[in-house]
Nanobody, 127 residues
Framework: QVQLVESGGGLVQAGGSLRLSCAAS????????MAWFRQAPGKEREFVTA????????YYADSVKGRFTISRDNAKNTVYLQMSSLKPEDTAVYYC????????????????????WGQGTQVTVSS
């Protein structure tokens, strides 16, 4: 069982930055691919980024490539999402997710690939 707790959301002006954190329980964190998804009001949950199990290759949705960076600190059982050059269309609830099995390989973008989800953290970007 993996428990995920996100933090770091908030209100920011367009062009600003935020860093989200996701703390995971469990002793085998380094063996899990970790991902971030987001869901805007009235829209389906969409893939944002994922980082594979150690050594940690990163994958990004085209909409955030070059602006967002995912990273992980295995010693702290935490994955981060650094968001820069934020746009109003980035406004959403951001969710951290982990697959049901260790050493999960692509595809990373399907919500069905993930068994564990955090409670979400709201990110609001004002214009």
């Amino acid at each position: 069982q993996v428990q995920l707790v996100e933090s770091g959301g908030g209100l920011v002006q367009a062009g600003g930055s935020l860093r989200l954190s996701c703390a995971a329980s469990g002793r085998t964190f380094s063996r899990y691919t970790m991902a971030w998804f987001r869901q805007a009001p009235g829209k389906e949950r969409e893939f944002v980024t994922a980082i594979s199990w150690t050594p940690g290759t990163a994958y990004y949705a085209d909409s955030v490539k070059g602006r967002f960076t995912i990273s992980r600190d295995n010693a702290k059982n935490t994955v981060y999402l650094q968001m820069s050059s934020l746009k109003p269309e980035d406004t959403a609830v951001y969710y951290c997710a982990a697959p049901g099995a260790e050493y999960y390989s692509p595809p990373y973008s399907a919500t069905s690939a993930y068994a564990y989800w955090g409670q979400g953290t709201q990110v609001t970007v004002s214009s």
